[in-house]
């Protein structure tokens, strides 16, 4: 089985300053990690993905992510966020073999600030 | 390439009716997932379905139910409502190109129990 933890359930930031989302989780057998985000009345958008290789992985929109095997972790960071990166940001784990099951994390929310 | 369409958009219902959701994988996908989102309990995973075949299930009663067509369409149902059961209903559809499996999500459909 897996979980998904996102230790912060909203983060407010001034506009340009960096920020960085957590993301924990835990499984049983290998996964795939990714980070989505959704804005307000829409469906889900791919920002990055995890599948192998290199551990820093970059997404659309300046994002990009660090997988830390012995962490459990793949946080989500952005140098200099704009007022349209307010939205709400979801980590997500899906097994590797079997099908496609993606377990999601509770959202975090993040609200940038002028 | 077209997205994931999902019809209807919005949909008002009483307690005990039933609903029918359809989605439109993009062209070429094989495999369609359903989730649930909700503000209470998030993003929850309901079902995948691959040629046909349901291949993952989530934990959600039997009340919800799918199927896929041979074009990959898929629908999913819900039987006897509940208020419970209002909610924002998402589909997507996976590429597996080259190895790397990415889900694509539609706008959703959002359900509202009466």
């Known amino acids: 089985a897996q979980s998904v933890t996102q230790l912060d359930s909203q983060v407010p930031v001034f506009e340009e300053a960096p920020v960085e989302l957590r993301c924990n989780y835990s499984?049983?057998?290998?996964?795939?990690l990714f980070w989505y985000v959704q804005y307000p009345n829409q469906g889900l958008q791919l920002l990055l993905k995890?599948?192998?290789?290199?551990?820093l992985v970059k997404g659309i929109n300046g994002f990009e992510a660090e997988f830390n095997k012995s962490q459990t972790s793949f946080h989500l960071r952005k140098p200099s966020v704009h007022i349209s990166d307010t939205a709400e940001y979801f980590c997500?784990?899906?097994?590797?073999?079997?099908?496609?099951?993606?377990?999601f994390g509770a959202g975090t929310r993040l609200f940038v600030k002028a | 390439k077209a997205g994931v369409t999902q019809t209807p958009r919005y949909l008002i219902k009483t307690r005990g009716q039933q609903v029918t959701l359809s989605c439109s994988p993009i062209?070429?996908?094989?495999?369609v997932s359903w989730y649930q989102q909700t503000p209470g309990q998030g993003l929850q995973f309901l079902f995948e379905?691959?040629?046909?075949?349901?291949?993952n299930k989530g934990n959600f009663p039997g009340r919800f139910s799918g199927r896929q067509f041979s074009n990959s369409r898929s629908e999913m149902n819900v039987s006897t409502l509940e208020l419970g059961d209002s909610a924002l209903y998402l589909c997507?559809?996976?590429?597996?190109?080259?190895?790397?499996?990415?889900?694509?999500f539609g706008p959703g459909t959002r359900l509202l129990v009466l």
């Open positions: 995890y599948l192998s290789g290199s551990t």
């Open positions: 062209s070429g996908h094989r495999s």
């Open positions: 997500a784990v899906s097994q590797r073999a079997g099908g496609f099951k993606t377990i």
């Open positions: 997507a559809s996976t590429s597996t190109s080259g190895g790397a499996e990415t889900q694509y």
């Open positions: 499984s049983s057998v290998s996964v795939y």
């Open positions: 379905y691959f040629s046909e075949t349901q291949r």
